[in-house]
């Protein structure tokens, strides 16, 4: 599991390049139709550094715990589909790669783009989350351990996490979710200051 | 203009880019093995292969496939093929048939990865295909006969 | 170019030198039919008309033109079975066509006119298909007979090679010249049973269309392309019952490829040089809608009025004894409601259709499935006589009833969207899932109100109220089906049962609502199937009785057939009761429809998210005479499947008149990971065969949902079971 998910990211890295420009122009922006974001400013008054932390992860949340996010980190092998999060039909797996079953693979549907004539959301890597990284039914707090744990998050350090967040196409998306989809609240731009602040503060998580 | 490469034959098509390659197949190829059921990747009755992997052609804009080889049911080759076509040709499998060339084009992509699927592999594969008729039984009955074909 | 290549096939009929046809129909167009060989004038003539079932080819090969649409069911293979049959033909010598409409010719022997429905075909082409075939075969062997100098009578046929003791040999093509013009003989003797060769052979005949079905070479109506065609996409009201006010087509024809815009009785139709710019056309086409007249209502408030109807007295359509003095004086009264919502049949390939026309005579082809109908409708709409109008049936995605048309709805669009846009352009006119699935022809929405009594472990009384639309009344098939104010198909399967009950009513409701509706696979059936035989297993289980051994007693020896399916699926299933014996249970259930038996036991578990899963069902079938075994039990499969996928989670819904589910995301169906196994028997029978095609439908639902109440989870009183998604 840990060699495909460092072989994604290296297919990831790939992607990013072909599509910075895009990225750095939407960051800041996202589709309309979402909730907002607090600015990390707005955590300043909270004067104990682990408590704000806590409070920037709990913001974060809004983030993780959005159906964009929340669809394809699902407990078991079937994702999430829609605002409303039913169950994706078809029946769709993780797959030993988190690229779908032999003969049903995500790339079977869902392309390099959204294609919005017919709601079909897509990205250069869509996939699944590894099971390690299962959020569904999880709250808040054990998502913030299990994101700091090297030993289920993909070996980021604190930096490799904001680096994700930040450039990864795939997490970007959630923020450009395509024609019949709420976008994760805020902007991809916002919710990576958040996380590097929460970094910054000793990436602290909530009491469970 | 748009080209495509399609069964080994390069078109070039003066059609909106944002064309799903169902329609350039059917309507500006003339290739009409490919079917139109749902155009949102519901029913898979549009299954085409695209540099080899199966893909819903309905959702597929013909800008994403410029440059790639694509594989209609028409333009088939190899043993999975010819092993899947014949189970499906000796089982009967076809009632309507408006839905099997999708349901071939599954077939084909879940053999030529796995060579022995089980019971569970074929519903992991099959079940983004609908049949209306619900040939289900003779589907998953027809994908054993081809694999065991496929071992002599 | 492929079997199934429309000019290939409409070439072949007008041209093939020495070919011979044989023309068999109704006794009273005998006298049409006894030139049928004459009338073909071999080098083609553009004025003949194939009033034929049988044509033979000079390479041999026998195609058999079918007046039943060919959408799955099997009757291309079944009707050419049973000429093989009697012509002696090897199997890898037949071919099968669509015939073309012609009423005078290729009537349905049950309707008077020609159409495909009731699961009829092999029912009415049983002794129609022999005798034809019966007359080509004493033909080809009289023509070798004179050729030879040799008897008819000592001559043999066998696997398409006419043979005579001395040696001699040919073949069928040899002969079809001679054959040609020889008499056709009035009343051909048919082969005794035990003389079969194919009918009810297993294996000795496989579906003629299967070969090209699994290679995309099938044409269908979706398929056509012409010259100059025009794809036409039509924007039709979001309501049932709405108008066009007015429309603003400026950003269509915006659109690159759009050609134009007309107005037509159905909506407003965007006419493009393809698929694509027709959906993009209509997508940015302003329609104001008058809805003025429109049905406003949802299926919530629907189903609230039917519910209030259910407690009123209705239209008596079945009654013995007297069901409401039983019911009074019962000491306990068993109620049970159920609710059915509007179904849509979703075939694969939606409706569609090709037309062209010169002003002057017009060529319409499309999955036509009541030819007679709808070639009147086009022709009167183009103002042609019905003789410059032709029709082809192609081979059709599936219908399930939705090409049956009572409306001719489809037929009507396809002529007006020609007719709109002049002669010369020719059209062919898509529907999408969308516009499917909105676009009503719905099963009707439906209520069934049950009231019953047991004593001493019997049944003793049965009262069921059925409120829902009828699709015939005030139509013109109105009196093929509606007699006494009673629309048959509302009620059939619930105005009488197998079961002996000696106080019964059945009464019946049609209230008038403005959502269009028809026949969807099996009927009434649909909502009776399931109402009755949840509630018998019910009343069953009060009395303290088995499912199955409870049944049997309560059809006394008046229900034979019945009993026998049942007593055959328990025998398949080893029946011991419905458990549940590790979590699973089994549910059964036994319907008769369109004269044929069908008895299933499902054996179901629910599933950790509260999905039920039908492991195994075991289904016996006595159609009579069973002409192509394995045809017989892929529409079992699919009838289960079908029947299942639609109990389980099948639902349109109606949102203040509005349909809510938009596409299969939302319109569940059935998947191959929801398929159960399926083990099929066929009783061995002597009667006349009876139809295959919806037979299998109807017990799949209460055997699922017996099950269910055996499991602990009560029958579910509304349907669908799961629900759809939305």
């Known amino acids: 599991m840990r060699t495909a998910l460092l072989s994604a990211a290296a297919g990831v890295g790939l992607c990013i390049a072909g599509t910075a420009l895009t990225l750095a122009q939407s960051a800041s922006q996202s589709q309309p139709g979402g909730a907002s974001l607090r600015p990390v400013g707005s955590f300043s008054n909270i004067t104990n550094q682990r408590d704000r932390s806590v409070a920037l992860f709990n913001e974060m949340g809004k983030v993780l715990t959005h159906p964009r996010c929340m669809n394809c980190h699902p407990a078991a092998d079937r994702p999430r589909q829609g605002d409303i999060r039913k169950l994706h039909e078809p029946l769709v797996v993780r797959g030993k790669d988190g690229h779908g079953a032999a003969g049903l693979h995500c790339s079977a549907c869902h392309g390099k783009q959204n294609f919005d004539p017919a709601r079909i959301p897509g990205d250069g890597h869509w996939a699944l989350a590894p099971a390690s990284m299962a959020w569904e039914g999880k709250a808040v707090a054990q998502i913030c351990e299990q994101l700091k744990d090297q030993n289920r998050n993909g070996s980021r350090d604190l930096a490799a996490l904001v680096r994700h967040v930040t450039t990864d196409t795939l997490v970007l998306w959630a923020w450009h979710p395509g024609r019949g989809r709420e976008p994760a609240p805020g902007t991809a731009a916002e919710f990576g200051a958040l996380m590097q602040a929460w970094a910054d503060t000793g990436a602290a998580c909530p009491a469970s | 203009m748009v080209s495509l490469k399609v069964n080994g034959t390069t078109h070039n098509l003066d059609i909106d880019e944002e064309t799903p390659l169902l329609w350039a197949i059917r309507d500006n190829i003339g290739l009409t093995g490919t079917k139109f059921g749902c155009?949102?990747?519901?029913?898979?009755?549009?299954?085409?292969?695209?540099?080899?992997?199966?893909?819903?052609?309905?959702?597929?804009?013909?800008?994403?496939?410029?440059?790639?080889?694509?594989?209609?049911?028409?333009?088939?080759?190899?043993?999975?093929?010819?092993?899947?076509?014949?189970?499906?040709?000796?089982?009967?499998?076809?009632?309507?048939?408006?839905?099997?060339?999708g349901q071939v084009m599954s077939a084909i992509a879940l053999l030529k990865e796995n060579k022995k699927p089980t019971d569970r592999d074929i519903d992991l594969a099959m079940n983004g295909n609908i049949c209306r008729c619900a040939t289900y039984v003779r589907i998953r009955a027809a994908i054993h006969d081809a694999a065991r074909a496929l071992e002599i | 170019m492929t079997a199934h290549d429309p000019k290939l096939s409409r070439r072949s009929l007008l041209t093939g030198a020495g070919a011979l046809v044989i023309g068999f129909h109704l006794p009273r167009a005998a006298r049409a039919q006894s030139g049928a060989g004459a009338a073909y004038r071999p080098g083609g003539n553009a004025a003949f008309a194939p009033n034929a079932f049988i044509r033979v080819a000079p390479d041999s090969t026998v195609t058999v033109l079918v007046k039943h649409i060919e959408f799955g069911q099997g009757p291309f293979t079944g009707l050419a079975t049973l000429a093989a049959e009697e012509m002696d033909a090897a199997w890898s010598q037949m071919r099968a066509e669509h015939s073309p409409a012609d009423v005078k010719l290729y009537a349905n022997l049950l309707f008077g006119v020609q159409g495909t429905g009731g699961s009829t075909a092999i029912a009415n082409s049983w002794e129609q298909m022999r005798k034809a075939g019966a007359a080509a075969r004493v033909m080809l062997v009289q023509a070798a007979a004179s050729a030879w100098k040799v008897p008819a009578g000592e001559i043999t046929v066998s696997e398409g090679i006419i043979s005579h003791a001395s040696g001699k040999k040919g073949s069928f093509g040899e002969f079809a010249e001679a054959a040609a013009k020889l008499p056709v003989p009035e009343n051909p003797p048919l082969k005794p049973a035990s003389a079969y060769k194919l009918i009810g052979k297993e294996g000795a005949v496989k579906r003629l269309d299967s070969a090209d079905k699994a290679r995309g070479k099938a044409q269908f109506t979706i398929d056509i392309h012409a010259p100059n065609m025009l794809t036409v996409v039509v924007a039709r009201p979001p309501r049932f019952g709405g108008k066009v006010a007015s429309f603003d087509a400026a950003d269509t024809l915006e659109v690159k490829g759009v050609v134009d815009v007309k107005q037509i009785g159905s909506g407003v139709a965007v006419y493009a040089n393809g698929m694509w710019p027709a959906l993009k056309g209509r997508e940015v086409l302003k329609v104001t809608w008058d809805e003025s007249e429109a049905e406003k209502r949802g299926s919530a408030e629907l189903i609230a009025e039917y519910r209030k109807l259910a407690h009123e007295p209705g239209t008596v359509a079945g009654s013995h004894g007297d069901a409401e003095a039983a019911l009074a004086k019962a000491d306990k009264v068993i109620e049970a409601e159920f609710v059915f919502p509007y179904l849509a049949h979703a075939p694969m390939e939606p409706l569609d259709g090709y037309l062209e026309?010169?002003?002057?005579?017009?060529?319409?082809?499309?999955?036509?499935?009541?030819?007679?109908?709808?070639?009147?409708?086009?022709?009167?709409?183009?103002?042609?006589?019905?003789?410059?109008?032709?029709?082809?049936?192609?081979?059709?995605?599936?219908?399930?009833?939705?090409?049956?048309?009572?409306?001719?709805?489809?037929?009507?669009?396809?002529?007006?969207?020609?007719?709109?846009?002049?002669?010369?352009?020719?059209?062919?006119?898509?529907?999408?899932?969308?516009?499917?699935?909105?676009g009503g022809y719905y099963r009707p929405l439906f209520v069934h109100r049950l009231r019953g009594a047991v004593k001493d472990g019997k049944i003793v009384a049965w009262a069921n109220h059925i409120v829902g639309q009828s699709f015939f009344l005030g139509t013109p098939f109105e009196a093929m089906v509606v007699k006494n104010g009673i629309d048959a198909t509302a009620v059939e399967g619930a105005n009488e049962i197998f079961y002996e009950v000696p106080d019964f009513r059945c009464e019946v409701h049609n209230p008038k609502v403005g959502v269009p509706t028809l026949w969807w696979r099996s009927v009434g059936h649909t909502h009776t199937g399931y109402a009755v035989e949840c509630f018998v297993d019910e009343l069953l289980?009060?009395?303290?009785?088995?499912?199955?051994?409870?049944?049997?007693?309560?059809?006394?020896?008046?229900?034979?057939?019945?009993?026998?399916?049942?007593?055959?699926?328990?025998?398949?299933?080893?029946?011991?009761?419905?458990?549940?014996?590790?979590?699973?249970?089994?549910?059964?259930?036994?319907?008769?429809?369109?004269?044929?038996?069908?008895?299933?036991?499902?054996?179901?578990?629910?599933?950790?998210d509260g999905e039920p899963k039908v492991h195994k069902v075991w289904c016996a079938v006595d159609c009579g005479v069973a002409v192509n075994p394995d045809v017989i039990r892929?529409?079992?499969?699919?009838?289960?499947?079908?029947?299942?996928?639609?109990?389980?989670?099948?639902?349109?819904?109606?949102?203040?008149?509005?349909?809510?589910?938009?596409?299969?995301?939302?319109?569940?169906?059935?998947?191959?990971?929801?398929?159960?196994?399926?083990?099929?028997?066929?009783?061995?029978?002597?009667?006349?065969?009876?139809?295959?095609?919806?037979?299998?439908?109807?017990?799949?639902?209460p055997a699922v949902a017996n099950a269910l109440a055996a499991l602990g989870h009560g029958r579910p009183r509304q349907l669908p079971v799961k629900g759809g998604t939305v």
């Not at chain 2, 299954?47 to 209609?72: K, N």
């Not at chain 3, 081979?395 to 090409?403: K, N």
């Open chain 3, 541 to 608: 289980q009060a009395a303290g009785q088995d499912p199955l051994q409870g049944r049997l007693a309560m059809m006394g020896d008046k229900h034979t057939r019945a009993a026998a399916v049942l007593r055959a699926v328990g025998e398949m299933a080893n029946w011991k009761g419905p458990g549940p014996v590790d979590g699973r249970a089994r549910g059964v259930a036994v319907v008769e429809s369109f004269s044929s038996f069908v008895a299933q036991i499902a054996e179901v578990s629910m599933g950790p």
């Open chain 3, 357 to 438: 026309w010169d002003g002057q005579q017009a060529l319409a082809r499309f999955g036509s499935q009541f030819q007679t109908t709808e070639h009147q409708t086009i022709a009167t709409i183009l103002g042609l006589p019905l003789e410059k109008v032709s029709l082809e049936t192609m081979l059709a995605g599936g219908s399930f009833g939705r090409r049956a048309q009572v409306s001719q709805h489809l037929a009507a669009e396809l002529a007006m969207a020609a007719k709109a846009i002049g002669p010369n352009r020719p059209v062919k006119v898509v529907w999408t899932r969308e516009d499917d699935l909105a």
């Open chain 2, 39 to 101: 155009g949102i990747a519901q029913c898979g009755a549009c299954t085409v292969f695209v540099d080899g992997q199966a893909q819903r052609s309905c959702v597929t804009p013909v800008s994403a496939v410029a440059g790639s080889e694509i594989t209609t049911i028409e333009g088939l080759a190899g043993k999975e093929a010819e092993a899947v076509q014949a189970a499906w040709t000796s089982r009967d499998v076809p009632q309507c048939g408006y839905c099997q060339s």
């Open chain 3, 634 to 701: 892929a529409q079992m499969e699919g009838g289960i499947g079908f029947g299942l996928g639609h109990a389980l989670y099948g639902e349109i819904t109606l949102d203040q008149g509005r349909p809510v589910q938009t596409n299969f995301h939302e319109y569940r169906s059935l998947r191959i990971h929801e398929m159960p196994e399926v083990e099929v028997k066929i009783i061995a029978s002597t009667a006349a065969p009876t139809g295959v095609g919806e037979p299998g439908v109807p017990p799949i639902g």
